[in-house]
């Protein structure tokens, strides 16, 4: 079992910056990929950017590439999303997920889920 616990969200204005954490614990969270998802109200849970277990490979989705860069520090186990420039439509609940194996932007390949840090961007 690995538990997620996401931290860092906020109300930020328009072109601001937040970084969110996802801390981990449990079994050796080096070996497992890592994504964060986000979900607006009414939308569906979509796909921002994962990482994998060494960190060496990273996927963004189209709209957060050049603004948010993800990276993991297996020391501390915990993943970091920092996120600059941030847009009105950014504003959702986002959630770190882990997977044993390769990132993917599939969030049902995952098999933990945190509970959700919400992110507000005001215009």
């Known amino acids: 079992q690995v538990q997620l616990v996401e931290s860092g969200g906020g109300l930020v204005q328009a072109g601001g910056s937040l970084r969110l954490s996802c801390a981990a614990s449990?079994?050796?969270?080096?070996?497992?990929?890592t994504g964060w998802f986000r979900q607006a109200p009414g939308k569906e849970r979509e796909f921002v950017s994962a990482?994998?277990?060494?960190?060496?490979?990273?996927y963004y989705a189209d709209s957060v590439k050049g603004r948010f860069t993800i990276s993991r520090d297996n020391a501390k186990s915990t993943v970091y999303l920092q996120m600059n420039s941030l847009k009105p439509e950014d504003t959702a609940v986002y959630y770190c997920?882990?997977?044993?194996?390769?990132?993917?932007?599939?969030?049902?390949?995952?098999?933990?889920w945190g509970q959700g840090t919400q992110v507000t961007v005001s215009s």
């Open positions: 997920a882990a997977r044993y194996g390769y990132g993917s932007e599939n969030p049902r390949v995952y098999n933990y």
């Open positions: 449990g079994r050796t969270f080096s070996s497992y990929a």
């Open positions: 990482i994998s277990w060494g960190g060496g490979s990273t």
